[in-house]
């Protein structure tokens, strides 16, 4: 399978504009990954605890909000909700900027816009895979996400070599202004997709009547507690997540308050280590062939804590620290994207039409609601202990992550499977028919772009 899209997927012109939208919004966001922590840290006088909360503050909604969200995102269209979170998310950030103008920039405005954003990106991001399944047709599955991650990688070699130069030439809040265009511009993209969205059926009782927001998250859990494959998957990225979450939530006081490096050196590195994404992308629509898609998960979960700790031993030579930092993302951005690609095509696959937005909802629950208490945890670890300390202990810890999927039917699995075609739910058509059956969406266009994600 090429890493180049068939004709047929690139004249789909609704799938080139959400890939347009992803496109524009990774750019943007790599921005504001750089510029919040080193605001926090060199203009506002943060310490390493509220550092860490900071991203914790912005990943806190994906616990509080998600399963709720996907009940109800599979009762309504999805485009309205896309397009809105978009405006919200860019007016959002864009009070950075005037607060700063203003001369009234705090801590507690940053922790305030992490968490409006955060809430914001956790309903785009439930709604976003459930919605791509309309635009693209399931045999487009592997290779579409390949495509689009491919397209993305692209967008995030450039993106943190913009921002952190970006940031040395202006002011960090300022810089942050690209990143709110960015997602204007996203939601012109979205709000163009010309294929009509059909309003979902109702999903009804045993005894006919419509269920409770209560009885649909629950069968969301069931699902995914229930399926082999899922089950693993959850847990092996909330795994990942939770160490990454205390690595990545420390790190910038490593880089900027301990060594000293500026936006300008770190964001370039990130830029070109980000050619792993590149890397991984075409690796993604490759390895399921050659090996099957329950091997690549595997194999590519084992290089994630090698790449941790690469990166928490950063020495402080800065031609070795340049070196260092370049092959631990490379290779943490490169198994990053074929992790990415393999299992969430296996998961939309495997999930029928109207249990997708609760699969997910239920998947960000776990994958990305252990991120705040990993943020948590990295900063309370860096006060009883010193920062590289604490940097090697949650990079060793991360490679606890392999073991749910490697003991699991992953290891045997060759082939996608098909859905099983019910949600344990009876359902009855509402006026609106229920349109085509969907088929796989891309990867989130947020400021954490992926399910098992760099800083």
């Known amino acids: 399978m090429s890493i180049i899209a ?36 060199t203009m506002l006088g943060a310490g390493v605890f509220q550092v860490s909360a900071l991203a914790a503050v912005e990943m806190l909604p994906f616990l509080l909000f998600t399963l709720p969200a996907g009940a109800w995102l599979d009762r309504v269209r999805r485009r309205p909700v896309l397009v809105a979170a978009d405006i919200g998310r860019g007016v959002t950030l ?12 705090t801590m507690w405005q940053l922790f305030a816009v992490a968490f409006v954003t955060g809430t914001l990106t956790a309903l785009f991001d439930v709604a976003d895979q459930s919605y791509l399944p309309a635009i693209l047709e399931r045999d487009d599955l592997v290779e579409g996400n390949a495509n689009l991650q491919l397209s993305q990688s692209v967008a995030q070699i450039g993106g943190p070599t913009l921002g952190g ?90 880089i900027w308050h301990e060594m000293k490096f500026s936006p300008a050196f770190y964001g370039t ?28 998960i595997i194999i590519s979960t084992a290089f994630v804590a090698p790449a941790y700790l690469l990166v928490a031993l950063t020495p402080e030579s800065r031609s070795l620290a340049f070196m260092t930092l370049f092959v631990g993302w490379f290779v943490a951005g490169m198994t990053q994207v074929t992790y990415n690609v393999a299992q969430i095509s296996l998961r939309q ?38 920062v590289r300390l604490a940097l090697v202990a949650a990079a060793v810890a991360s490679s606890l992550a392999i073991l749910p999927v490697l003991f699991s039917p992953l290891r045997s ?41 760099l800083p």
């Open 6 to 41: 068939r004709p047929a997927l690139w004249r789909n012109r609704d799938f080139a504009k959400i890939w347009s939208a992803a496109t524009v919004s990774v750019i943007g966001s790599q921005i504001t990954m750089l510029a919040l922590p080193f605001i926090a840290l």
């Open 94 to 105: 864009m009070s950075i900027p005037v607060a700063y103008v203003a001369g009234s920039l």
């Open 165 to 254: 130069n970006l940031i040395a030439v202006v002011a960090a809040p300022l810089a942050i202004v690209v990143d709110a265009l960015s997602f204007f511009v996203s939601g012109a993209f979205i709000s163009a997709v010309r294929r009509r969205e059909e309003v979902p059926r109702r999903r009804l009782d045993p005894l006919g009547r419509p269920t409770s927001m209560r009885t649909e998250i629950n069968a969301g859990l069931r699902f995914v507690a229930g399926n082999p494959y899922l089950r693993p998957i959850a847990a092996c990225t909330g795994t990942t997540n939770l160490f990454g979450a205390a690595l990545f939530g420390i790190f910038p006081v490593l």
């Open 269 to 296: 590195v990130m830029g070109l280590a980000s050619f792993g994404f590149l890397a991984g992308a075409a690796l993604s629509s490759r390895l399921p062939r050659s090996i099957g898609i329950g091997p690549t």
């Open 349 to 386: 696959a495997i999930t029928p039409p109207e249990m997708q937005s609760r699969m997910n909802a239920t998947m960000k629950f776990i994958v990305w609601g252990t991120i705040p208490i990993g943020s948590v945890l990295g900063g309370v670890l860096a006060t009883a202990v010193p």
């Open 413 to 453: 699995l060759r082939e996608i499977p098909e859905a099983d075609g019910h949600d344990g739910t009876n359902h009855r058509a509402s006026a609106a028919p229920h349109g085509d059956p969907p088929s796989p969406p891309i990867l989130p266009s947020s400021p954490s772009m992926n399910e098992a994600g």
